[in-house]
């Protein structure tokens, strides 16, 4: 995939329908410049699901704890969010990690978070035929594993490594317009960082709370193989060009 693009879309930039359908557009947009996978999570659309059965999320280390039944009923939402942001895209094909063992992943603790679980193969053949044929893969975060069950996958881990298979810069919309030395001080956005630069903000703290996790995937999508990994604000119109081209967000170096 020459000079493509990983996107991963997902979170509390996913709640309003109106903004979805409009990163959607701006997604077929950028596809006539770049080849574009798309990686996306749904906690909300997970959430609601979970509230109309009356079941409580419980999360360890900003991991929602997924026992057999709860995976069923994560697979399920995110299989329905993954055909509606496919349409909304257009000319795309909504994958999830079964289908064609697009994604294989093993356990990370199944005592502890039951069916959770990291990525361990991406099959890039599938991903490269469907772009070679003009199409966009979306791809749900639900790998399989060895016992051929699913596994609930963080969104920002899976979307790193299927850049870092691909070899591909990957780009992470989230809920805020990059990292910040010292947030919320706008002058402060780092529009670059290096490895070395995350690893010292880590130890000086002014990367922390919920920017520790988009980080970690970032650094692991460099370490896979991606060339750059960028974040930036998925939560207003407009941004996903900018932030391709280098004028928005923070992009991750090596």
């Known amino acids: 995939m020459l000079n493509g693009m990983i996107v991963k879309y997902g979170g509390n930039a996913m709640k309003s329908l109106e903004l979805r359908r409009q990163v959607a557009r701006e997604i077929a947009d950028l596809r006539r410049e770049t080849p574009v996978v798309v990686v996306h999570g749904g906690g909300p659309a997970i959430e ?92 749900g975060c639900v790998a399989v594993a060895a016992d051929g069950e699913a596994l609930n996958i963080n969104a920002d881990t899976a979307a790193g490594a299927v850049a870092g298979a691909l070899g591909q810069g990957v780009l992470f919309l989230t809920d805020v317009d990059g990292v910040y030395r010292a947030y919320p001080d706008p002058s402060s956005l780092a529009p670059t960082l290096t490895r070395a630069e995350v690893e010292a903000g880590i130890t000086e703290g002014w990367i922390a709370g919920g920017m520790l996790p988009k980080v970690g995937a970032a650094l692991s999508a460099l370490v896979a193989g991606a060339p750059f990994a960028v974040i930036a604000s998925g939560m207003q119109a407009g941004t996903l060009k900018a932030a391709a081209a280098g004028h928005a967000g923070t992009r991750l170096l090596p």
Do not use: W
């Open 48 to 139: 609601r699901e979970l509230a109309l059965r009356g079941v409580q999320s419980r999360f360890e280390g900003g991991l929602r704890v997924t026992p057999p039944d709860v995976m069923d009923i994560v697979e399920m939402a995110l299989c329905k969010l993954n055909k509606e942001l496919s349409q909304d895209i257009g000319e795309a094909v909504g994958l999830m990690g079964r289908d064609c063992q697009l994604l294989l992943g093993e356990l990370l603790d199944q005592e502890r978070l039951g069916r959770v679980g990291q990525v361990q193969h991406v099959n890039t053949a599938l991903l490269y035929t469907l772009l070679a044929a003009g199409l966009t893969p979306v791809v």
